[in-house]
């Protein structure tokens, strides 16, 4: 027990008192303002006090947080481009998106403290095999347009970098394919279009393309297996659960957003992608 109460900021903010002493005796310096005035130049120092409001208590902060977003006017968005307003269950925010054990950094690899996330990757990895019918599902990348540049990848080192083109079937989202362009630049990797012949590493195929049209493909891809290139299906998730899976269309890989599973826009991101292979 101690003589006064000890502020819960103090035990569990930064060093104690003596802490800071005892660094400060270490490297010799008197105070932690002269440390302060010794590392950080004059002329990029604010002398003028931080023009701060008056502490708040947390219902009292969530309050007025609440008070300035009723103010927010909710716009619907006509861009597209991949991104689609969604409903989010009540039961996914709160135990999810509001819980911080399922986005903390730290790596799920010890089964007997992880069994509850190792669980919901396989199933999720079951669910990207199902929809595209194809073998082999990683338990997700980054967004669209990554996923597709690692799919482009894959298809340049199958070919051992021998090939160095890769064709377009529908057009895909602006975004996805400035990113692929932009990975596939210093790799000597030319995006052209159309073309298939003998130096095509992959086809894109977009199912369906960034403006909504499922194109018939049939012939491309004929044509671009008969070369030896890969397919890759560019695939909405939601749409798969409708169409044909892209394993049945003549896809060796198959990518896609998984924002459509009810993940809010946020500005872009941040949104997993899915990637699944032939065996």
């Known amino acids: 027990m101690t003589a006064a109460p000890i502020p819960f900021s103090a035990r569990h903010i930064g060093p104690s008192v003596n802490d800071v002493r005892a660094m400060l005796a270490t490297i010799g310096v008197p105070s932690v303002e002269t440390l302060i005035s010794q590392a950080v130049p004059r002329s990029i120092r604010l002398d003028l006090p931080l023009n701060l409001p008056t502490p708040a208590s ?7 947080l609440s008070a ?9 968005s006509f861009i597209g481009a991949g991104y689609h307003g969604v409903h989010v269950p009540p039961v996914i925010q709160r135990n999810m998106f509001e819980n911080p054990a399922w986005y903390t950094a730290y790596t799920p690899y010890q089964a007997e403290i992880s069994q509850g996330r190792l669980e919901m990757l396989f199933n999720f990895q079951t669910l990207v095999a199902e929809l595209t019918g194809l073998p082999v599902a990683s338990a997700s990348l980054l967004d669209e347009a990554t996923a597709v540049a690692e799919a482009v990848g894959i298809a340049l080192r199958h070919h051992r970098d021998k090939r160095t083109k890769v064709a377009l079937a529908g057009t895909p989202h602006p975004q996805t394919l400035d990113v692929v362009r932009t990975r596939a630049e210093p790799l000597g990797t030319e995006v052209d279009g159309e073309t298939i012949d003998d130096n095509t590493a992959a086809l894109l195929v977009s199912w369906p393309d960034t403006f909504g049209v499922y194109g018939d493909h049939k012939a491309a891809i004929e044509k671009a297996c008969a070369a030896g290139a890969l397919v890759v299906f560019i695939a909405d998730p939601l749409a798969l659960t409708l169409t044909d899976a892209p394993a049945k269309l003549g896809a060796d890989i198959a990518v896609g ?8 826009m946020g500005f872009g991101g941040p949104h997993a992608a899915y990637c699944a292979v032939s065996d």
């Open 58 to 64: 947390e219902a009292e902060a969530l309050a007025e």
């Open 68 to 76: 300035m977003m009723v103010k927010n006017t909710v716009l619907k």
């Open 257 to 264: 957003p998984m924002q459509r599973f009810g993940v809010p």
